[in-house]
């Protein structure tokens, strides 16, 4: 079996997350209608532990648990322990969005990485906050009406993510988090809607 160079996994990290946010713009540019019998397209979850570990057992255990009650995940369970490619690979992610190398699980998906799980709370909400879609509108905005049209849609084929409104005209909470949003990708939110997923900010 041919063997993935470090160059090549860091590459790989960020497609999925691309895949998905240029599947939305087209999707909206376009403004395009309901169709029928959308596939369903599965978000992959890497959860990266050591075998042995009783605090790594339980956080796989949780995100199973939480596998099994969700449509459109696929999971992938690497032990680094024994697989010295899951380790390799592990290192790469890790590099890529400049963390330490760390003894605890980690949970890599939507181009957003959680590690030391156990210290940083509970791996169910993780893994909510990872596969949420927030979308943040104005009452009365006729862009994010017609958002609201097609992302149904785009919820169908993508039945992992979650979607999530977030008003600004009503929600003072909504205003700040949208701030701090822009002031963290450096970006300008002149208008609405504006999409944030896959640790990506696009208005």
């Not at 860091?10 to 029928?36: D, I, K, N, P, W």
Request: hydrophobic fraction near 40%; glycine fraction near 4%; proline fraction near 3%.
């Amino acid at each position: 079996m041919r063997r993935i160079t470090a160059n090549q996994q860091r590459l790989s990290l960020g497609l999925a997350s691309h895949f998905f946010v240029t599947f939305l713009f087209t999707a909206y540019a376009m403004q395009s209608e309901a169709r029928s019998a959308e596939p369903i397209r599965c978000v992959l979850i890497e959860v990266y532990y050591r075998s042995g570990d009783k605090d790594h057992a339980e956080v796989i255990s949780s995100v199973r648990e939480f596998n099994s009650t969700r449509e459109g995940i696929t999971l992938a369970i690497r032990d680094v322990k024994t697989d010295v490619r899951n380790q390799e690979r592990l290192n790469a992610i890790l590099k890529h969005f400049n963390i330490a190398p760390t003894a605890g699980p980690v949970i890599y998906g939507c181009n957003r990485v959680v590690h030391d799980v156990p210290r940083t709370g509970s791996s169910t909400a993780h893994l909510e906050e990872l596969l949420q879609l927030e979308v943040f509108v104005r009452t009365g905005c006729s862009r994010c009406s017609s958002a609201k049209q097609w992302l149904p849609t785009f919820m169908k084929e993508y039945p992992g993510l979650k979607l999530v409104y977030r008003d600004i005209a009503v929600d003072a909470a909504s205003v700040t988090w949208l701030s701090q949003l822009v002031e963290r990708h450096r970006t300008a939110a002149a208008s609405v809607p504006v999409f944030h997923l896959c640790d990506s900010l696009h208005v």
